[in-house]
């Protein structure tokens, strides 16, 4: 079973940039797909990219051309770089693995990944 830690979440400026980590324990990493959700207050969790085994990769439209996610599997590890941040992306961001559909890249809901991080908090002011 995989287990997710996050790192790499602040306090940064609106049009600054910040890069998540989600480092993995455990054998399935290679075979799960990845995928980065963030939760607001007050606000659902939403999806924000997906990573599939082979490396390619989804991303929600209000974060389209902004952020970038990636693998490294040698390193267990999954990044979301973030450019670009606006205010309206401070929330608390999630990692999260799908370990029954890792070549599968529609996945958006939360109910299709089965193993969670704690969540690092990314704050943007304006």
């Known amino acids: 079973q995989v287990q997710l830690v996050e790192s790499g979440g602040g306090l940064v400026q609106a049009g600054g940039s910040l890069r998540l980590s989600c480092a993995a324990s455990g054998r399935t990493f290679g075979s799960s797909a990845m995928g980065w959700f963030r939760q607001a207050p007050g606000k659902e969790r939403e999806f924000v990219a997906r990573?599939?085994?082979?490396?390619?990769?989804y991303y929600g439209d209000s974060v389209k051309g902004r952020f970038t996610i990636s693998r490294d599997n040698g390193k267990n590890t999954v990044y979301l770089q973030m450019n670009s941040l606006k205010p309206e992306d401070t929330a608390v961001y999630y990692c999260?693995?799908?370990?029954?559909?890792?070549?599968?890249?529609?996945?958006?809901?939360?109910?299709?990944?089965?193993?969670w991080g704690q969540g690092t908090q990314v704050t943007v002011s304006s």
């Open positions: 990573v599939r085994t082979d490396r390619v990769t």
């Open positions: 999260a693995a799908d370990q029954r559909y890792g070549g599968y890249l529609y996945k958006t809901d939360a109910g299709d990944y089965d193993r």
